[in-house]
């Protein structure tokens, strides 16, 4: 499923359903509905606009401060490695290490509870830390704890995603919508089975998209981890 979604582009996906539901729309039988099935069409049609339209914001929004809290993280790993340029070599480059892995975890989605783990080693390390340098090394620390606030919402923002009963629910609303339209008897129409077939893309695309934001598999959430990754690349030299 995670190879569909990042290896796989929303153009393709259009291309794929569009032919999909051209081929339903000529091949399945049609129906004629009355004025009760019609409204229960139109009643099942706007809860499922009504109940999608609020969590595909909700995901797009919270893409949005991900991208914020991880350049403000990022900015602030970077002024830590900054004060570590006044530490003995072996040391700071014990502490860089420590801190390349940190990233290195958190830009993998699957090893995020890793990442939690090097901070938190991080924050041992300098806790004991009883050399000559205990000073610098205790300014560094003071700065990791300071951190905790953009690695708290970082985490809530990490967790706010699309539950399977939210699914569910979402997944019930289309195939009811999505049945009622693919049967629907427009007569003998080439333009309007178009249209038939353009708009079950459209319900469909949505959910293909609901799925990329959820996971941060969307091309505008994998951007997120950009200034993690040119900290790791540059050796904590640029963030841009």
């Not at 339903?24 to 706007?46: E, M």
Request: charged share 25%.
């Amino acid at each position: 499923m995670k190879f569909l979604l990042t290896k796989i582009r929303l153009s393709w996906y259009f291309i794929f359903f569009l032919a999909v539901y051209l081929l339903l729309a000529w091949i399945l039988p049609k129906q004629k509905f009355d004025s009760g099935a019609l409204t229960l069409f139109s009643v099942n049609s706007f809860l499922y606009g009504f109940y999608i339209a609020p969590i595909l914001g909700a995901q797009k929004g919270r893409i949005e401060e991900l991208h914020k809290t991880v350049r403000s993280e990022a900015n602030e790993l970077f002024a830590m490695a900054l004060s570590l340029k006044k530490l003995p070599e072996t040391l700071r480059n014990k502490l860089q290490k420590e801190l390349t892995d940190y990233i290195q975890a958190s830009t993998k989605q699957k090893a995020i509870a890793q990442g939690e783990e090097d901070y938190e080693e991080l924050i041992t390390f300098c806790v004991e830390y009883d050399g000559k340098e205990e000073e610098e090394v205790q300014k560094f620390l003071d700065k990791l704890v300071a951190n905790q606030k953009n690695r708290t919402q970082f985490s809530m923002l990490m967790s706010n995603k699309v539950y399977s009963n939210e699914w569910i629910i979402i997944l019930m609303l289309f195939s009811i919508t999505l049945g009622f339209v693919l049967l629907l008897d427009i007569g003998d129409s080439s333009i309007l089975t178009i249209v038939k077939a353009l708009l079950c893309t459209g319900l469909t695309m949505l959910l293909v998209i609901l799925a990329k934001l959820s996971t941060l598999t969307h091309k505008k959430a994998r951007q997120i981890w950009d200034p993690f990754k040119k900290l790791r690349d540059t050796n904590f030299y640029r963030i841009d």
